[in-house]
């Protein structure tokens, strides 16, 4: 299988770099990074995942012809351009327009890509090829790749994604009856494309239960659970669908929800990972999602996911709960806080939602349990402090506002622009605003568009240990 996703910026930089005046097909590159994903967990099988990293123009004395259409260019900077690809693990692409139609490949992009496979086999040999992308003029998408000697594979859809997720090349829509209210309100596609949709839960707390059941009512074709933990009986006053019978038998978060949609009978396919987010165990899972919500207060987890929204594009939406105590006569003050991660979004450490030192404390306790309980001794460490206050209705709050924020990034239903980079809602106050913030000048992820679309590294994600 395999598929594309294509960041809304650089979409965005190939339709300004593509248009012509005279309506004419035009063409430039794309470097793409690759996510190899050994077993979809939903399908089982292999995925090859590509990801848009950076737009490159034809040069200009490359150039040779081009009318409404076809679009005719010397190879010269394919073949350098190829050699660097390479070099950097990253696949060349080739992106045309098609300014009078639907993107389709034609005869000719057939013969035209016929001969660059030739190129290609001839330079680097069997097994190595390059990908080829149409832009058609009515916004539509199409994407494929191939490989030396002699194969070309279509992938099954194109994601365009940023503050917005659209997915091209899904088969119509989903007349199930089961989901008809919602179709009425969203219009015929929408079942289809939530049908489609490949969705993470990170944390299955109380901000996460929530999010999991929410996503299985709007019929999220695809659903994958990540929790390391069992349910507790403090846990139950927010935990949705836990029971008391949960505690007594030490059943993991992951399973209570997993029963809890399974047994809704709503057509959800669900998936889980009892663990470490970060665990090299679970990147397959990760690496498979159209977009992940994080809803663990574990820093080093959020740490991780912040990461992996800018390599691969995939939007990571976190939420967090606030609650303490308040000035101006108020006994608390309360805040649910909906932030969005992933290229065109300033990150969560620039966000100040991660805390670097916690962070540490947090892997040292995984990696070596003994040495963080011996540092804890002597108050080293900071250590969990007093448990956080919580209460249902908040948190489950602050998880409607997030999956109201993917409802917006696929339907738009409050305007266009997409999803808002941050929200949060005053609970105490009757209060509602956007947030935002600049990013630090420097940083890796959100500052500049190096990492963006990076795909597979070593180590992952270029993190250490
Ligand atoms: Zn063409
Ligand atoms: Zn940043």
């Not at 596609?189 to 901000?207: M, S, W």
């Not at 409050?414 to 005053?426: L, P």
């Amino acid at each position: 299988m395999l598929d594309l996703v294509l960041l809304e910026a650089h979409a965005a930089e190939l339709r300004s770099l593509l248009a012509t005046p005279d309506g004419a097909e035009a063409a430039a590159y794309l470097l793409l990074g690759r996510a190899e994903i050994g077993s979809d967990p939903w399908s089982g099988r292999r995925r090859h995942r590509m990801v848009s990293h950076r737009a490159v123009p034809v040069p200009e004395e490359d150039k040779v012809s081009a009318s409404g259409l076809h679009v005719t260019w010397s190879t010269r900077s394919f073949v350098r351009l190829l050699k660097a690809a390479e070099e950097q693990g990253l696949t060349l692409a080739i992106v045309h327009t098609h300014p009078g139609s639907h993107a389709f490949f034609s005869d000719q992009d057939d013969a035209n890509e016929r001969d660059l496979l030739r190129i290609v086999g001839n330079r680097s040999g069997a097994g190595h090829g390059f990908a080829s992308v149409v832009l058609g003029g009515d916004g539509s998408v199409c994407a494929r790749r191939w490989t030396a000697p002699a194969t070309a594979e279509p992938c099954e859809r194109v994601a365009v994604v940023g503050r917005g997720i659209r997915l091209h090349g899904l088969a119509g829509g989903d007349g199930d009856p089961l989901l008809d209210r919602q179709a009425r309100l969203f219009g015929p596609t929408f079942n289809g494309l939530v049908r489609a949709l490949k969705v993470g839960v990170v944390g299955c707390g109380g901000t996460g239960s929530p999010t999991a059941l929410l996503l299985a009512r709007l019929g999220i074709g695809h659903v994958l659970l990540v929790d390391d933990d069992v349910v507790e009986l403090t846990n139950l006053n927010r935990v949705h669908g836990s029971r008391r019978t949960d505690v007594e038998g030490r059943v993991p978060k992951v399973e209570v929800l997993r029963r809890e949609i399974e047994a809704a009978g709503l057509g959800v396919e669900v998936t889980t990972f009892k663990g470490w987010v970060g665990d090299a165990a679970a990147r397959d899972a990760l690496r498979s999602c159209d977009v992940v919500f994080g809803c663990t207060d574990d820093h080093d987890g959020r740490l991780f996911l912040n990461r992996l929204a800018y390599f691969y594009g995939i939007p990571v939406i976190d939420m967090g709960l606030r609650i303490m105590p308040a000035r101006d006569g108020r006994p608390y003050e309360m805040a649910g806080r909906v932030t969005l991660a992933g290229p065109g979004a300033p990150c969560l450490m620039c966000r100040g939602l991660v805390d670097p030192r916690r962070a540490m404390e947090e892997a040292l306790r995984r990696t070596d349990p003994a040495a963080y309980e011996a540092r804890k001794a002597e108050a080293y460490v900071l250590g969990g402090g007093d448990p956080a206050p919580a209460v249902v209705t908040f948190t489950t709050e602050t998880a409607c506002m997030a999956v109201n924020e993917l409802l917006q990034a696929l339907t738009g239903f409050r305007g266009d622009g997409g999803m808002r980079t941050g929200r949060q809602r005053r609970f105490d106050a009757v209060e509602d605003r956007a947030t935002t913030c600049t990013p630090r000048a420097g940083c890796e992820v959100c500052a500049g568009t190096g990492l963006w679309g990076r795909g597979d590294v070593l180590p992952f994600l270029y993190r250490a240990g």
